[in-house]
């Protein structure tokens, strides 16, 4: 049993796929401090509403301050330009990673506590792990990590709906409640067609106690279940203006990222791909 763990955890990756990975990653995080977390910048004069989550209190973390807060800001930003460039992978990745969980975790002290940044964060931890020229087993357990925290991140959140919710989650008005709240015209106009949103309740709830199947699929299969985790987040978007960004890019560690910008896998790649135990 323990080595079949062991294999699974540590099944061979194309390095290059990390290094794509690592490019997305890197490069979306001033967008995600801007745009997502962005609410820590305005909260440099409000000490007082500073309720730091349960690792910010074990960690001693300040709240956000006049000087904390840009400098902050700008060390992730570098960092995360310099780690997104292939420069000093470790130092900056972990720069990258101690500096934006700080920041991740004022922005969940002043607000509510957003698990679609659980992969992202994962990710931050495990991408410098992975030096240029690195191991395929290193960096199959990078991108496995990823992927783990992709699939938890799902699962979890159908525990949580029924632990806190019970079963009124998916037979109640919880769509209802979202649309009456933030829905689009899209969502109003589903919230018009009978029993829909009830549907659509249930089927969010099964598809996410399911999502351990992700790594059960091979091929086009996985394509497709990616593709379709992929439309739920659209259509969240479309219909309540919820994105799930910071969790979106990270689903793409289930896909072969090292064929991109490849002109040809030839022979030797073609032999690289079929060693790896990853999903491709």
């Known amino acids: 049993m323990g080595g079949a763990l062991t294999r699974w955890w540590f099944a ?12 997305i990653v890197y490069l979306f995080l001033p967008l995600d401090m801007l745009l997502f977390t962005g609410s820590v910048l305005g909260h440099t004069q409000t000490a007082s509403a500073y309720q730091p989550v349960l690792l910010a209190r074990l960690l001693h973390l300040p709240g956000a301050g006049p000087v904390l807060v840009p ?64 191991g395929r087993q290193a960096a199959g357990w990078a991108v496995r990590c990823v992927q783990v925290a992709v699939v938890a991140t799902y699962f979890l959140s159908a525990y949580a709906k029924i632990r806190w919710g019970g079963w009124e989650w998916p037979n109640g008005a919880t769509f209802a409640w979202a649309v009456s709240r933030r ?18 309740q249930w089927g969010i ?7 351990p199947v992700l790594f059960l699929l091979r091929g086009r299969w996985l394509y497709a279940g990616v593709a379709f985790f992929l439309g739920f987040h659209l259509i969240t978007w479309a219909t309540i203006t919820i994105h799930f960004l910071p969790h979106v890019i990270c689903l793409t560690a289930f896909l072969p990222l090292e064929r991109l910008g490849r002109r040809g896998p030839g022979p030797a790649a073609a032999r690289q791909f079929s060693e790896s135990a990853l999903p491709l």
């Open 205 to 211: 709830l099964l598809a996410e106690t399911a999502s």
């Open 12 to 23: 061979p990756a194309d390095p290059r796929r990390v290094t794509v990975l690592r490019r």
């Open 183 to 200: 829905g689009t015209f899209l969502g109003v106009f589903f919230a018009g067609v009978p029993n829909l949103l009830w549907f659509a």
């Open 71 to 134: 400098a902050l800001f700008a060390v992730v930003v570098v960092a995360a330009l310099t780690a997104a460039a292939g420069r000093l992978p470790r130092a900056a990745g972990y720069t990258v990673a101690a500096g934006y969980l700080y920041w991740a975790l004022l922005a969940m002290s002043y607000g509510k506590v957003d698990h679609d940044h659980l992969a992202l964060i994962t990710a931050l931890w495990v991408l410098p792990t992975v030096t240029p020229g690195g």
